[in-house]
């Protein structure tokens, strides 16, 4: 999550509004998703990949690990697809068949899953998440919601700090040295985590009424976004592309 | 010379709920402008509540706080007023910062304090310029080094332009360099006209960097004295923990006593 939010940070295309990319990315979703074509698919995974490398600036390890486990999930989903189960004749008995009808149906399936999920993966290697929902205030987004979304998604890297410097300090007094000691400290950390994070909570609030803040929205300031042509020129030419290879 | 008083904490009584003991007794400190102040004391000693009362976030069940010789009066436009001009810097700078990036969270105090965007902007830039941080501006908090967050949390307060800064020992666990910029961040501040009371238990800190000690003791401030006259006296020293000091300045490491 840190490495996933650090690219989103670093991205040569955070300049680009968020809601630009969130749409973009929305709409090659839907064309892989309507169009329904292996070609468009496998364009799409491609392109945003591409552009994920080439423009916003994630590593190729990186964007390929993402993938991966992606990958693992989507095909754990598609076998299912791929393998069929059904009684066998009037003995009762039952068979799993792969057939190449079945398989090309479960590819074609996965591929575009991939595609989908590429294009998400180029949305969050490119926009800072809270960016992303601050922009949502455009739509009418309680405001509330949105400060619940910020400090939840400032916890959750604190939670994460405690949680390993407190799993680090037990393992060093051999507190993961056997199954019971194991069981033992992960109920302990995570009471403890608990703790921690209402203490923490309770301080943050006292830093944030220390530099003025009096309840309601949290203050922020709008971030700035420039205009550039290229970043509409491509977003264009991947979307002809995709629609050009479904008219093939 | 004479300077103007700024803050003042007089006879200050303050008891936690649920606690046996008062945290504060009597504890009373003047702060004028151009003083840099080393807040001394144990742990539990009452250096963190005090400071807590500066800034409005406490407020005290005896006692009476002002600014420049008027009391606090502990309504929203007076605390705002009050938070705008007594900056509090917390001991874990993570517990402060919490916006996407940088330059938001150090906006977040101008804004409060009814800034304009374009004001706070160029607030938060010139006090990431001053802390040495400018290059961080567009990175989120969590992204930060420990060093880089303290600095980060004293913008977030400077931004403010407050006259007092109350730094909740601030310069503990930093490195010698880092420790250096920060000290001479808040140097820059006194010098400008503003004042700087600093919680420490670093003896070095003390001695050299401030003006004045403040020595706290069982919730009450006992000895407020230049640190030449806490270093000269014995009974003083002790009280300090100064006699606890395994190197003292003129020392060589290699002639120091051996600990047991």
Do not use: D, I, M
């Given at each position: 999550m840190h490495r996933l939010d650090a690219y989103a940070h670093a991205s040569r295309l955070r300049h680009v509004h968020p809601l630009n990319k969130f749409a973009f990315a929305l709409t090659v979703i839907a064309l892989c998703l309507v169009l329904d074509r292996p070609a468009v698919s496998a364009a799409a995974l491609l392109w945003m990949a591409g552009l994920s490398l080439?423009?916003?600036?994630?590593?190729p390890g990186f964007v390929l690990r993402l993938l991966a486990a992606e990958g693992l999930f989507l095909a754990l989903g598609v076998v299912a697809v791929a393998v069929q189960i059904g009684p066998v004749g009037q003995g009762g008995g039952w068979s799993a068949t792969v057939t190449p009808a079945s398989l090309a149906q479960a590819g074609a399936l996965l591929l575009r899953a991939f595609a989908c999920a590429s294009a998400m993966n180029f949305l969050a290697l490119t926009t800072p998440i809270l960016e992303l929902a601050a922009a949502a205030?455009?739509?009418?987004?309680p405001a509330a919601l949105l400060d619940v979304t910020l400090m939840m998604y400032r916890s959750v890297f604190l939670l994460l700090e405690t949680l390993m410097r407190m799993q680090r300090a037990q393992e060093s007094r051999?507190?993961?040295?056997s199954w019971s000691a194991t069981m033992r400290s992960a109920a302990a950390l995570g009471s403890q985590l608990f703790a921690a994070s209402w203490r923490s909570g309770q301080r943050m609030e006292m830093a944030l009424q220390a530099r003025g803040y009096e309840g309601g929205a949290l203050p922020m300031l709008t971030p700035a976004y420039t205009l550039s042509r290229t970043w509409p020129a491509v977003a264009c030419l991947v979307l002809a592309t995709l629609l050009g290879l479904a008219c093939l | 010379m004479t300077t103007t008083s700024l803050l003042a904490f007089e006879a200050l009584h303050y008891r936690y709920p649920g606690a046996d003991a008062p945290a504060l007794r009597s504890a009373s400190l003047e702060v004028r402008a151009g003083e840099k102040i080393a807040l001394m004391g144990r742990?539990?000693?009452?250096k963190s509540t005090l400071l807590l009362h500066g800034n409005g976030l406490l407020r005290p069940q005896q006692g009476v706080v002002r600014w420049q010789g008027e009391a606090i009066a502990y309504t929203r436009p007076a605390l705002r007023a009050l938070r705008s001009r007594v900056g509090l810097i917390f001991q874990n700078p993570d517990e402060q910062l919490f916006a996407p990036t940088l330059l938001q969270d150090l906006a977040f105090g101008p804004l409060n304090s009814g800034a304009s965007e374009q004001e706070a902007r160029q607030r938060a830039e010139w006090a990431a310029a001053r802390c040495r941080i400018?290059?961080?501006?567009?990175?989120?908090?969590?992204?930060?080094?420990g060093g880089q967050k303290l600095c980060a949390a004293l913008a977030g307060v400077l931004a403010m332009r407050p006259a007092v800064l109350l730094a909740d020992e601030v310069t503990s666990g930093l490195d010698p360099w880092m420790r250096r910029n920060v000290l001479s961040i808040l140097d820059e501040h006194v010098a400008e006209g503003g004042a700087v009371v600093l919680s420490t238990h670093e003896l070095d800190v003390a001695r050299h960097w401030a003006d004045k000690i403040a020595l706290m003791e069982e919730g009450c401030v006992v000895h407020v004295a230049p640190p030449r006259e806490f270093f000269a006296s014995p009974a003083w020293r002790a009280r300090i923990g100064a006699d606890l000091w395994l190197f003292s300045d003129a020392t060589p490491m290699h002639h120091a006593p051996r600990s047991t």
């Open positions: 080439l423009w916003g600036g994630a590593t205030q455009r739509f009418r987004a051999n507190g993961y040295a | 742990n539990g000693s009452g400018e290059h961080l501006l567009a990175q989120p908090p969590h992204a930060l080094s």
